[in-house]
Every structure is written in structure tokens, then in C-alpha cells.
């Protein structure tokens, strides 16, 4: 059953925006009758049949609607440097969503190559895998900021920092620092890692020093291993 992203539905009855509607009509061929999903990004996800195929603005009556679906006992923050080739951070961005991120946060720390993203192509991608992998929460894209600030916000969870710099205190797996159903923020470094003085100004403001195997990993594969531990661990 194809789905379909309703942001602020109410009601028994909704009409799909320009862009869905076009898709669900004019791209899918779909027809009056035609069972469908939606979801609204909050939480909550609805399922539909086509009353009105209009390709600019599709109409859908409600026939059910769960509350909280597949809601998680923690929450998965990876806040991760841009990458100078923006296809490989749309890439993890798509990833990350498929397997259950719930916030990003751009990090420009000292060896970042790239200060800043295309909010909007991303914020398009994370929809669009919200809905390719059946969630009905929206992940949170933040706009950039710099890593000496970000690692003074009051975060909760487990809080951890993934790098490879030899110069630094013995790391240790996410699985030995991560306990299940506990908040996550893991900090994901550029192509040329954190330095040194960043590792340790982190280990000092709460975060758990981790390493991600004995491979080393590109930033957008270190990202997702990231995700897929936390995953992996709640299951």
C-alpha cells in the first residue's frame, strides 16, 4: 500500500498537497477508491481511500488511523560533519532515516572541509525516506553549528564521540558504552577526523570516547554503522 506524507492532517477527510496528489495520480495512476497510507510526521498514521482523483489536489477519506506507530523507547541523535561531496551526506542523510535516526545535526569541527548544506534538498530526502521505510515520525534536521558549542548543549542520554586519534584515552565499542532504550547522541568527525584538543574538550563536557571496529570508515559509513549499533542494541 503506497504512502503518502499529510503534514498537519486532521479530520475524517484530506486533501493532499500539489506535489503528492501529482504523484499519487498523475505518476502512480491511482484511482477513486484506491487504498492508501498517510503520514503526518507526528507520530500518527492513517489509512485512506481516494474520494476525489484530482492530480492538483487529491482527495482522501479516513478509514482508520493508528496513534504512535512503532513509537521507540529512546531516541538517536547523530550530529556528524558535512562532507565536501554533498551526494555523500545525502546518502547517509537517506540511510540514517531508513534505519531510524531521530535528529541530525551538521558539526563543523576544525578539519571540516564544508561549513554548510542544502537544507531544503535534505529536509526533501528525509521525507522521502520517511515514507519509502514506513515511519510516521519526521526526523529533525538542524542547521549547522560548530563543534565547541554543540558539545556545551544540555544533552540527554548516553553521550558519545566516535574517532580514531591514537593521541587520546582508550576507546571503547558502543555496545560496552550504550545501555538499551537510553537517548543517543554520537558525534560523527570529518574526513580528517577530530583532533586531538576537540576529542579530549568532548571527553570533558560528558562524552563517552567509542570507535566503531577496527576498520577505518569513511564519515558518512561511520555515520551509519553509528545508527545501525544504537538499532541493533535496542532490538
Request: with cysteine.
Amino acid at each position: 500500500m503506497q504512502i503518502f506524507y499529510a503534514p498537519g492532517i486532521t479530520g475524517d477527510h484530506w486533501t493532499l498537497d500539489a506535489r503528492e496528489s501529482k504523484h499519487c495520480i498523475r505518476v502512480l495512476r491511482m484511482k477513486k477508491g484506491t487504498l492508501l497510507r498517510l503520514i503526518d510526521g507526528k507520530g500518527n498514521l492513517y489509512e485512506g481511500e481516494i474520494d476525489e482523483p484530482d492530480q492538483n489536489s487529491c482527495g482522501i477519506r479516513i478509514l482508520k488511523v493508528i496513534h504512535g506507530f512503532e513509537r521507540r523507547n529512546y531516541r538517536l541523535h547523530i550530529a556528524i560533519s558535512p562532507l565536501k561531496n554533498p551526494e555523500r551526506f545525502e546518502w547517509f542523510t537517506e540511510k540514517s532515516v531508513e534505519i531510524g535516526v531521530d535528529e541530525i545535526t551538521p558539526l563543523i569541527s576544525r578539519n571540516s572541509e564544508k561549513p554548510n548544506i542544502k537544507k531544503e534538498r535534505l529536509n526533501g530526502i528525509i521525507i522521502s525516506a520517511m515514507k519509502q521505510s514506513i515511519k510516521s515520525y519526521l526526523p529533525v534536521l538542524n542547521d549547522p553549528v560548530r563543534f565547541d558549542d554543540f558539545i556545551h548543549n544540555d544533552n540527554s542520554g548516553t553521550k558519545m564521540i566516535a574517532h580514531c586519534n591514537e593521541m587520546v584515552e582508550v576507546k571503547k565499542s558502543i555496545a560496552d558504552t550504550y545501555h538499551k532504550n537510553e537517548n543517543a547522541l554520537i558525534l560523527i568527525g570529518p574526513e580528517g577526523d577530530f583532533d586531538a584538543e576537540e576529542v579530549r574538550s568532548a571527553i570533558k563536557n560528558g562524552f563517552h570516547p567509542v570507535h566503531l571496529g577496527a576498520s577505518r570508515l569513511r564519515t558518512e559509513t561511520a555515520g551509519i554503522a553509528a545508527c545501525h549499533s544504537i538499532y541493533f542494541l535496542n532490538q
